[in-house]
């Protein structure tokens, strides 16, 4: 959950001069920052540094960042889903695997896991069609219920670019990966049922294939826990709405949960931090497994403090366990 980032002095500090897209491609950049929360605040995992539109100009698309992501030509007809090449991820964005590849070396004298990621495809698909983030994704979902057909062809094109990309971060060394289904959570049960898990499930059952677990992350997901383990996805990741007593006893033995306190908590004194690590920890003993993480990314106001007060209670949790 975004480690690295605009809260960490020391991450503002190799960021200047450079764009962001400069910095996501930039092997030497990228590797420092995500080496920097292991170092800084002694996280026991590491997320590869990149975002989740860094595979988008492979198929393309011309995409920029104002800080989120922006697309040049938004996808509105068939004909601009079809003009959409799918080529090997190795070829178009050799970077990133030169960046797994490296840390995975910088990480095996720790011992410390690393994690890849992809952006899930309902997400991917909205940020195409509306053209950069909004509250609603209203012009996305307007596709999906004027043109079914079309989004369908659109989220089966992002599935297997997906696949691959995953495919290949694990075979460069990523231990397990995460898939960010940022905004499936504006869908309803129903609709979540025929536009996203679809593609959580063939993506589970490729990923499976490889030996590393594949976790799911839903935000705002709360209401779709059920559905989402329908996925397969050995790990399901919550957002910090969401109840993590009521998700432990619906995966129970099928599935190990990770999260989800609130970033926005950090700004707690950190006796209050660790009480809430607690809480989280115990609520989630009913499910397989659980990993202690926040329920969303790091803001760009979090305190570095607050940061370092949950791993602390984190790994004191692991201490008395
Ligand atoms: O923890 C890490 O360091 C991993 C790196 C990571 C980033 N983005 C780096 C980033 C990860 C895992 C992501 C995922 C991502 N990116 C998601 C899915 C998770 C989520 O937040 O819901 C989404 C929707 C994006 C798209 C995106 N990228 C947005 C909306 C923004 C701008 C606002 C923001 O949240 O910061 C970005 C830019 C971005 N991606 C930054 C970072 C560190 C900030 C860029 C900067 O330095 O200016």
Same mark, same amino acid.
């Given at each position: 959950?975004?480690?690295?980032g605009?809260?960490l002095?020391?991450y503002r500090?190799?960021r200047?001069g450079v764009?962001f897209?400069?910095m ?12 920097q ?10 997320i590869?540094f ?5 595979p ?5 698309v ?7 992501p ?5 996808l509105?007809?068939?004909d601009d889903?079809?003009a ?8 178009t964005v ?7 590849r490296?840390?995975?070396?910088a ?10 990621f992809?952006g ?5 698909a909205?940020?195409?069609?509306e053209?950069?983030g909004?509250r ?6 307007r596709l999906?219920h *004027?043109?079914?057909?079309v989004?369908?062809e659109?989220?089966?094109? #992002?599935t ?8 290949a ?5 990523a231990?397990?990966v995460q898939?960010?289904d ?6 309803s049960?129903e ?7 679809p593609?959580?499930a063939e ?10 677990? #594949?976790?799911?992350?839903v935000?705002?997901g ?9 996925s ?17 006893r ?6 190990s949960l990770?999260?989800n306190?609130?970033?926005c908590a950090?700004s ?9 690590? *607690?809480?989280?920890a ?5 499910a ?19 940061? *370092?007060?949950?791993v602390?209670?984190a790994?004191a ?5």
């Amino acid at each position: 959950m975004r480690q690295a980032g605009r809260y960490l002095p020391e991450y503002r500090r190799v960021r200047e001069g450079v764009s962001f897209l400069e910095m996501i491609r930039d092997v030497e950049r990228s590797v420092t920052v995500t080496l920097q929360p292991v170092d800084l605040l002694g996280v026991e995992a590491a997320i590869l540094f990149s975002d989740i539109f860094t595979p988008i100009p492979g198929l393309g698309v011309e995409v920029d960042f104002r800080p989120g992501p922006v697309v040049a030509h938004p996808l509105r007809s068939r004909d601009d889903v079809r003009a959409l090449r799918v080529e090997d991820p190795r070829k178009t964005v050799p970077f990133v695997f030169e960046i797994v590849r490296r840390l995975r070396a910088a990480l095996a004298g720790p011992e410390i896991p690393l994690l890849g990621f992809a952006g899930a495809p309902f997400t991917l698909a909205a940020y195409l069609v509306e053209g950069a983030g909004s509250r609603s994704f209203s012009q996305a979902k307007r596709l999906l219920h *004027r043109e079914p057909e079309v989004m369908r062809e659109l989220l089966e094109l #992002l599935t297997a670019m997906t696949v691959d990309y995953l495919e290949a971060q694990i075979e460069a060394g990523a231990e397990a990966v995460q898939l960010f289904d940022t905004w499936a959570g504006l869908l309803s049960r129903e609709e979540y049922r025929e536009w996203a898990l679809p593609a959580h499930a063939e993506i589970a059952r490729r990923v499976a294939r490889t030996g590393a677990p #594949l976790i799911l992350y839903v935000n705002d997901g709360a209401h779709v826990v059920d559905l989402m383990l329908e996925s397969g996805a050995p790990v399901l990741s919550l957002d910090w709405r969401c109840d993590v007593g009521a998700a432990a006893r619906l995966a129970g033995p099928r599935a190990s949960l990770q999260g989800n306190l609130d970033p926005c908590a950090l700004s707690a004194p950190s006796a209050e931090i660790a009480r809430r690590v *607690r809480a989280i920890a115990e609520a989630a003993r009913p499910a397989r497994g659980h990993v202690l993480n926040l329920g969303h990314g790091c803001l760009p106001d979090t305190p570095v403090e607050g940061v *370092r007060a949950f791993v602390e209670a984190a790994k004191a949790l692991g201490a008395n366990a």
